[in-house]
């Protein structure tokens, strides 16, 4: 139950005189009630800062986590083959590495491990409710709080609220191919890329599967099976399950770049050799026992081979823009690598899986294997569009049949930007009305018309342009700052203004679009006709990506730019967190001359507060 206007504000808005708090010390933080969407990698990052950096008596968490267990993507993402695509020493917190990976690309199970860890060793499980998915959020403004409704697993429905509101859920996880899934869930028509809908799916008799709910121990020895994709999961699952099936039918919609490994020089140097020439010589590389053990002994060694692959990784942003020499040579480099991989296969199929747009307009997946599974005797890649699928199998446009035991969607993933659920702001509109077709998103983390309201990167974020977790975190970060800014300065609300982010959106789409660029660029790589989810799943969309690599968007993302955003206070007069003239520190006997120092070195202004008990 959402709590009365007076004790949820705070405020002296019941009378037209401002009454000064004398009971209150200069910047006394109110108590503040956030709710968290999801409890993935970003969601126990945030529950893990605001407990660092918050008073614990000043702020209530909770985080509502649809599935039965933490870890998001990683806890769904179970089917063979399936790992992370970015190098494992780089896909951690950026202050946690883990010396112990086992692989070069750590496999999902051992990365939810990590995950886990984090939430152990932290001690954030008491935030969590499992099994507890939000079902809608409404903005009060009298209140200044969102009321929430949620439902469990099981049925039980009850109503929240919070003061801030954190989306955490990320993007793809709102997959709709599901066998005897209920309704909410059930993928009906299959989208076909030039054909029509095929609103036959769930006809078909066999095994109906979904990558992102792979059922466990699921043996497919001996079966013929058809995998329907050609993203990052359907190019690893691909080469996990050919050796095992009697048949395997890969349905390909388009080609995709095959990237080779990267790092290589980093990498190089800790095998002892040069791989510059042979990238697949570390494509996926097990650790040996000697090799970890030297990352768990000397931390700067580890510490070096991390900001190795990062630097080498944030130094190939301009790979991305067209008619870049980076561009031109990454295109020629990753070609040559693919077509020797695929040196003695038919020359038909080599035309077919080599793009025309350039690398990276769609998301580049290492694919270690894949290529050379699409080649084995016991592999029939088809290149037509699925017309209706029928009890024993699939038929194409062209009429070919094929009959099946078992279908894995590796696709069928609802690609829009908008949360997994209905969220009404202060105009009374829902974000899936104002970002169903164009997201208006600011900086990736923020909405005009919906005040408190952030997400973890949401349209906007640089999910193709670089390593994505130092982002996460940052945006993370500017969620703590903006609380805790809100608790010391009495604020009610922020809500970012329309105009900085229509403007922001001008930007990011003439950046894409290469408007007045100089010389041979031509916009970015993600622009091109290719069809993929950073187009919320067109070929001619607008780009919903930063413009730029990692390291710009890190830099516009550390602190937060309040001038950018509509603040409301509590109180009629802006200033009431000044309180009695006091500082917590004079108080409970604290420092309250730490500006005195012996060199120019910064001095801590919060005089006690975020240190002691108020």
């Not at 984090?118 to 709080?145: C, M």
């Not at 208006?440 to 906007?460: E, K």
């Not at 290719?530 to 602190?559: F, R």
Request: aromatic share 12%; proline share 6%.
């Amino acid at each position: 139950m959402a709590p009365s206007a007076t004790h949820t504000s705070g405020s002296d808005e019941r009378s037209d005189k401002y009454v000064i708090s004398w009971d209150r010390v200069h910047s006394q933080p109110d108590h503040i009630k956030v709710i968290c969407v999801g409890a993935g990698p970003g969601g126990l990052y945030l529950a893990y800062r605001l407990q660092r950096t918050l008073v614990t008596e000043s702020f209530d968490l909770t985080i509502y986590e649809k599935n039965p267990s933490i870890g998001g993507t990683w806890y769904e993402n179970r089917y063979p083959g399936c790992a992370c695509d970015v190098p494992a020493h780089n896909y951690t917190y950026s202050h946690r590495p883990n010396p112990t990976w086992s692989s070069f690309y750590a496999s999902s199970a051992e990365i939810l491990e990590y995950f886990k860890r984090f939430a152990d060793e932290e001690d954030l499980h008491h935030y969590i409710h499992l099994s507890t998915s939000v079902r809608s959020a409404v903005w009060d403004e009298s209140k200044g709080i969102y009321i929430v409704n949620v439902e469990s697993t099981t049925g039980e429905k009850k109503e929240d609220w919070c003061h801030v509101l954190i989306n955490a859920g990320g993007n793809l996880n709102k997959w709709k191919c599901a066998a005897r899934q209920p309704p909410s869930f059930a993928w009906r028509t299959y989208k076909s890329s030039t054909g029509p809908d095929v609103k036959t799916l769930h006809s078909f008799a066999g095994d109906l599967l979904h990558s992102a709910n792979y059922p466990k121990d699921k043996d497919l020895s001996g079966k013929r099976v058809a995998v329907i994709g050609t993203g990052s999961s359907a190019i690893q699952i691909i080469p996990a399950v050919q050796p095992k099936v009697a048949k395997l039918y890969p349905f390909i919609r388009s080609p995709t770049w095959i990237a080779p490994a990267v790092g290589q020089e980093v990498v190089g140097a800790l095998l002892g050799k040069d791989t510059t020439m042979d990238p697949l010589a570390h494509a996926q590389h097990i650790f040996t026992s000697a090799e970890k053990e030297r990352f768990v002994q000397d931390p700067k060694y580890l510490q070096d081979f991390r900001h190795g692959m990062e630097d080498q990784m944030n130094k190939f942003s301009l790979a991305f823009v067209k008619g870049s020499d980076v561009n031109k040579g990454f295109s020629a480099y990753i070609e040559a690598n693919m077509m020797k991989r695929l040196k003695g296969a038919p020359e038909e199929l080599v035309k077919k899986l080599i793009p025309s747009w350039s690398p990276g307009c769609r998301r580049l997946t290492p694919g270690d294997g894949y290529l050379e599974a699409l080649t084995e005797d016991n592999v029939e890649p088809v290149f037509d569009n699925i017309a209706e699928i029928t009890e024993k199998g699939l038929k194409t446009v062209a009429g070919n049949f094929y009959e099946v035991d078992v279908i894995i969607c590796a696709t069928g993933f609802d690609v829009r930007w908008t949360p997994g659920f209905t969220l009404t702001g202060s105009k009374g509109t829902t974000i899936q009305d104002e970002w169903g077709k164009k997201p208006n998103c600011y900086l990736g983390i923020a909405a005009p018309n919906f005040p408190n309201f952030f997400t973890a990167l949401g349209p906007r974020g640089p999910w193709g342009n670089g390593p994505l977790l130092a982002s996460l975190e940052t945006n993370c970060d500017q969620f703590v700052q903006t609380i805790m800014k809100m608790q010391k300065e009495r604020i009610k609300s922020v809500e970012v203004k329309m105009e900085p982010t229509l403007q922001l959106n001008e930007h990011i789409n003439g950046w894409h679009k290469g408007i007045d660029a100089p010389g041979d660029w031509s916009g970015s790589v993600f622009s091109q006709n290719c069809v993929s989810w950073y187009k919320m799943g067109t070929a001619d969309g607008p780009v919903w990506l930063w413009s730029g690599g990692s390291p710009s968007y890190l830099a516009t993302n550390k602190y937060a730019r309040y001038e950018d955003y509509n603040i409301k206070y509590k109180s009629k007069n802006q200033w009431s967190f000044l309180g009695n003239g006091q500082v917590l520190a004079e108080r409970v006997g604290g420092e309250v001359a730490p500006y005195i120092r012996n060199s120019d070195v910064p001095w801590d202004a919060s005089f006690g507060i975020g240190a002691a008990k108020v």
